[in-house]
């Protein structure tokens, strides 16, 4: 969209907004950046500072399968590397995401985000591709439960870790760790959504974190058919992309620079979502 402003932009977004039938957003680090929770890979990112972490966080899920009980010692002693997430709180680019799902124009978000913030802006259909720290999933049979339900501390000091489901499963952290296949839940429902969207709109995320960027691409290969009438006055039809995928990140990304992204709206998603939904909100 070259020769388009921020406004223009802004005000295309809402436009396309207002027409698709079936919008998702997808979001990423940089949607919860803005509240103060630090990324991974950034120039001040949680890895960039300490490779260390980086090794340890790539041995989780490894440690996990050898050995739950030594997982859960570790993870129950070591301070969590996002600080404290508890006292995190949703920034106008989550409230902006909740609102338009509550004027029913997006019907989904499928986040990256481990910090539960667009559920306390208010948004309702969330899937957590990467899981939610606040939550237990059973590794056998793949039920949740919130931290808070069970009383890790105690398990610790009685020594009874690690926490066993009712199914008889050994249950960890809800988080994805590396090399852990996506819960097929959250892998199922997102290729689902990414399919029958016509609109998606990646906010904050930097697309190069797989299969997490494959949803764009499955999106993109959605066609549709289309009637058009041609000099002699003919009328064919061709197949052209369904979905129409806009860009919210503070810079461009592979998405973007491969074409797969119809348009990219540079910015912060706390000052560029809210300025959508105002426009949004006009056109009505």
């Not at 960039?48 to 340890?56: F, I």
């Not at 697309?207 to 009438?229: C, N, W």
């Not at 990140?249 to 074409?259: D, F, I, K, M, Q």
Request: contains cysteine; charged residues 30%; aromatic residues 6%.
């Amino acid at each position: 969209m070259m020769g388009l402003g921020l406004k223009d932009l802004i005000k295309r977004a809402a436009e396309d907004l207002k027409r698709a039938k079936h919008a998702i957003a997808l979001s990423g680090a940089g949607i919860s950046t803005e509240s103060g929770i630090p990324d991974f890979r950034g120039p001040s990112g949680i890895w960039t500072k300490d490779l260390e972490a980086e090794k340890r966080a790539y041995q989780s899920y490894e440690r996990f399968l050898e050995d739950p009980k030594v997982y859960w010692e570790e993870r129950l002693s070591t301070p969590s590397l996002l600080g404290e997430l508890e006292e995190t709180r949703p920034n106008p680019g989550h409230y902006a995401l909740a609102e338009l799902e509550k004027m029913g124009i997006l019907k989904c978000i499928v986040t990256q985000n481990i910090d539960g913030l667009h559920e306390k802006a208010g948004s309702r259909n969330v899937i957590e591709y990467h899981g939610n720290y606040f939550k237990l999933r059973c590794s056998k049979c793949g039920s949740r439960s919130g931290v808070k339900d069970m009383d890790l501390g105690k398990l610790k000091r009685e020594e009874k870790l690690p926490p066993l489901c009712k199914c008889g499963g050994v249950i960890k952290s809800d988080v994805v760790h590396f090399r852990e296949p996506i819960p097929l839940d959250a892998a199922k429902n997102s290729q689902e959504e990414a399919w029958k969207c016509d609109l998606m709109l990646i906010c904050g995320t930097s697309a190069v974190v797989y299969p997490f960027a494959q949803l764009p691409r499955l999106a993109k290969k959605h066609m549709i058919e289309k009637e058009t009438k041609t000099e002699s006055g003919l009328y064919l039809i061709k197949q052209v992309p369904g979905t129409t995928i806009i860009e919210v990140n503070a810079e461009p990304t592979p998405l973007s620079e491969e074409g797969i992204s119809d348009y990219l709206i540079k910015g912060k998603t706390g000052e560029i979502l809210p300025g959508i939904v105002q426009e949004v909100k006009r056109l009505y």
